[in-house]
């Protein structure tokens, strides 16, 4: 099993920062990617972000490109989420999620973040 422990959450205003982090421990050597997915108030969970656990892969949801920055500290075990330029319409909360290579889907999940950003 892997846990992962997402951080970083917070208020903001539109137009700044917010890092979030994802921290994952127990059987780490299983992880083959990772991702983030967020979900605002009344609407479906979103895909944010994706990265391979080796290597350098990324690919982004098409709402989040060019201000999200997916990364990840395999030394630390940790996954990052670097968002800039805050909109509104980013409140939500922020998942991360992890799988191994032998399943198609994520099969490991947090508990969520809450981002929240006033205007």
């Known amino acids: 099993q892997v846990q992962l422990i997402e951080s970083g959450g917070g208020l903001a205003q539109a137009g700044g920062s917010l890092r979030l982090s994802c921290a994952a421990s127990g059987r780490t050597s299983r992880l083959y990617s990772m991702g983030w997915f967020r979900q605002a108030p009344g609407k479906e969970r979103e895909f944010v972000a994706f990265?391979?656990?080796?290597?350098?892969?990324?690919y982004y949801g098409d709402s989040v490109k060019g201000r999200f920055t997916i990364s990840r500290d395999s030394a630390k075990n940790t996954m990052y989420l670097q968002i800039d330029n805050l909109k509104p319409e980013d409140t939500a909360v922020y998942y991360c999620a992890a799988r191994e290579p032998t399943v198609l889907t994520y099969n490991w999940w947090g508990q969520g973040t809450q981002v929240t950003v006033s205007s």
């Open positions: 990265i391979r656990w080796s290597g350098s892969n990324t």
